[in-house]
């Protein structure tokens, strides 16, 4: 069975640092990843993702994420943190050729910049 | 912004009765899904359309019903409100762009639902 895993339910980083939250995955089958980041009280919007090809993504608001097949991973990183960042984040995964066009969540971290 | 429109954004409603949120897209994408959200839970998958009267469960389908009669509205039925299905719900549109595009899925901004 296909699952995600974000193991930190909030990361804390001052305004400035640089800012990573981790995700890891697990199915059977090459993956397609995917982050989204929601904003209080309103839906979730699309940051970038992962198919094929260069393992390092670039996506929207300066964020980027790095695939890692080894370690099964889809990290997502931020060279420099803003406080306008706060905001709940979300990992996805789908398997290549999956019938449904499904996607499943992890849990969500929660980030938290300080000024 | 994806054009995904959910009513009633908010609601309150008394255990045991039907209640219907209706979602509503202007991309004329295939896919909509609908999710509900909750604290621990991340979001999970309750229902989805592939397709008009084309419809399957996702991994929470117990207590709702769903139904897409034209491509652009899906809306989802709690037939009998309880207590646990206090949640938020959110609404998704995707189109299959090809095998190796990714089909990005595309979220409205949620309904707010207390059964009370």
């Known amino acids: 069975a296909q699952s995600v895993a974000q193991p930190e339910d909030q990361v804390n980083v001052a305004e400035g640092n640089p800012l990573t939250v981790k995700c890891t995955y697990s199915v059977s089958g090459n993956p397609y990843l995917f982050w989204y980041v929601q904003y209080p009280n309103r839906g979730l919007q699309f940051l970038l993702k992962?198919?094929?090809?260069?393992?390092l993504v670039k996506g929207s608001y300066g964020f980027e994420a790095e695939f890692n097949k080894s370690q099964t991973s889809f990290h997502l990183k931020k060279p420099s943190a803003l406080v306008s960042d706060s905001a709940l984040y979300f990992c996805?995964?789908?398997?290549?050729?999956?019938?449904?066009?499904?996607?499943?969540f992890g849990t969500g971290t929660l980030l938290a910049v300080q000024p | 912004d994806a054009g995904i429109t959910q009513s009633p954004r908010h609601k309150v409603t008394e255990t045991g009765t039907p209640v219907t949120l209706r979602c509503h897209q202007t991309?004329?994408?295939?896919?909509m899904y609908w999710y509900r959200q909750d604290p621990g839970h991340g979001l999970r998958l309750i229902h989805y359309?592939?397709?008009?009267?084309?419809?399957d469960k996702g991994e929470v389908s117990d207590g709702y019903s769903v139904s897409r009669s034209k491509t652009e509205d899906f809306l989802l039925t709690l037939e009998s409100a309880t207590s646990s299905q206090t949640s938020v719900y959110f609404c998704a549109i995707s189109e299959v762009q090809g095998v190796r595009s990714g089909n990005t899925i595309y979220f409205g901004e949620g309904s707010w639902l207390t059964v009370v």
């Open positions: 991309e004329n994408h295939r896919y």
């Open positions: 992962y198919i094929t090809g260069d393992n």
């Open positions: 996805a995964v789908r398997v290549e050729g999956g019938a449904t066009n499904k996607l499943i």
């Open positions: 359309s592939y397709g008009v009267k084309d419809t």
